[in-house]
């Protein structure tokens, strides 16, 4: 096999292996890679303390300013939970269809998060099938 084969043959393995994001394993830590909810601290945000008697573990507020019109408008449910409203675009095989179904189960088993297909509400996010981009959000005006 000659050097041009061979550059031919690694052109398309890498062509072919980037063609589709690679999947990982979220729920467990691999070479060094771990579950989001694992990842606490931020040492470059601003602290903010929850009570007066300023309790351990810091909280770390949202970049947005509280009367900025880039908000979301909240929505809850009966039970206080927050509502966000998504749409899939794009073909999923039964396997990814399978993941995204159990993480939001895990989102909603885990927090006060509910996400919830998409009606008419003008805020709302898209998972997409695109390589580099897996998520967008959407504000109306």
């Known amino acids: 096999m ?3 084969q061979i550059l031919l ?10 063609s589709r994001g690679r999947r990982i394993n979220i ?8 579950d989001i909810v694992q990842l606490r601290g931020n040492s470059g945000a601003q602290q903010v303390y929850s009570s ?21 408008s909240k929505m809850q ?20 269809q399978k993941i995204i179904k159990t993480a939001m189960e895990k989102i909603a088993a885990n927090t006060c998060i509910r ?6 509400q003008p805020d709302y996010a898209e998972i997409l099938n695109k390589k580099g981009q897996g998520f967008e959000i959407f504000k109306e005006p």
């Open 115 to 120: 996400l919830i297909p998409r009606t008419n």
């Open 27 to 34: 729920y467990g830590a691999e070479n060094g890679h771990s």
């Open 77 to 96: 449910d009966s039970d206080g939970n927050y509502l966000i409203p998504f749409v899939i675009s794009g073909s999923y095989d039964s396997v990814e």
């Open 52 to 72: 007066p008697i300023r309790e351990k573990r810091p909280k770390f507020r949202n970049a947005l300013l509280s009367n900025s019109p880039l908000k979301w």
């Open 2 to 4: 000659d050097i041009k």
């Open 9 to 18: 043959s690694l052109t398309l393995i890498v062509s072919v292996a980037d």
